[in-house]
């Protein structure tokens, strides 16, 4: 198994260009994960899915759009690329979180996006 | 969910145990306790989890206490590869969709 598989792995936009960002996994989770991560700082979550069709909002979701056609790929679009969105992009995913469950997530190495 | 409290940075010499401290005085009954770790430039890492017994496994022990307010992460026999930052999170299972809350987690720097 890959695991869960991100691409580019570094991009540098300029202001206002849009781009996505692609992620897929073939653990067939239906969980599926966005956050950010600021240069010294812990992560944020961006946007989550909980299967195919099934998308919600995170901490920080403005400006990023998000799309769960697939069981295996949740891609994380940006419209209008800012400054503020520079960041390494992380994607994760997991099994069903169940009550009481106990589900870890696994993680991707990133996308390191420069916005100049 | 609970918030948890880590120090912002710790040594270990290697081959030394490495003990990890987390405060989650606000921790409720269904919430269980995480740790992560992430090596530079790399995603994060699940390391362990448990709700009230201490746990093993073929990375690290966890021992959390009996009124569950806190917890240490033991990575045994410290080696230069467990040099990251360690996040200890606590997790609600049933209502919140599995989101991490990541904090600032704790520096681990293992010296030779």
């Known amino acids: 198994n890959a695991g869960v598989t991100q691409t580019p792995k570094f991009r540098i936009l300029k202001i206002g260009q849009s781009m996505t960002l692609q992620c897929t996994q073939d653990m067939n989770h239906n969980y599926m994960y966005w956050y950010r991560q600021d240069p010294g700082m812990g992560l944020k979550l961006i946007y989550y899915?909980?299967?195919?069709?099934?998308?919600d909002k995170g901490e920080v979701p403005n400006g990023y759009n998000v799309s769960r056609s697939t069981t295996e790929d949740f891609p994380l679009r940006l419209e209008l690329a800012a400054p503020s969105q520079t960041s390494v992009y992380f994607c994760?995913?997991?099994?069903?979180?169940?009550?009481?469950?106990?589900?870890?997530?696994?993680f991707g190495d990133g996308t390191r996006l420069s916005i100049l | 969910d609970a918030k948890t409290t880590q120090p912002t940075s710790m040594d270990c010499a290697e081959g030394r145990a490495a003990n990890l401290p987390c405060n989650h005085s606000t921790i409720s009954g269904n919430e269980y306790v995480y740790w992560y770790r992430q090596i530079h430039s790399q995603g994060p890492q699940y390391i362990i989890h448990g709700l009230k017994n201490n746990e093993t496994n073929e990375m690290a022990s966890l021992i959390i206490t009996e009124d569950r307010k806190s917890s240490t992460l033991i990575l045994p026999h410290a080696t230069l590869r467990d040099t990251a930052v360690y996040y200890c999170i606590v997790r609600v299972a049933a209502d919140s969709w599995g989101k991490l809350q990541f904090g600032a987690g704790t520096q681990v720097v293992v010296t030779p």
């Open positions: 994760a995913s997991s099994y069903s979180w169940v009550a009481g469950g106990n589900q870890p997530q696994h």
């Open positions: 899915s909980v299967g195919a069709g099934i998308t």
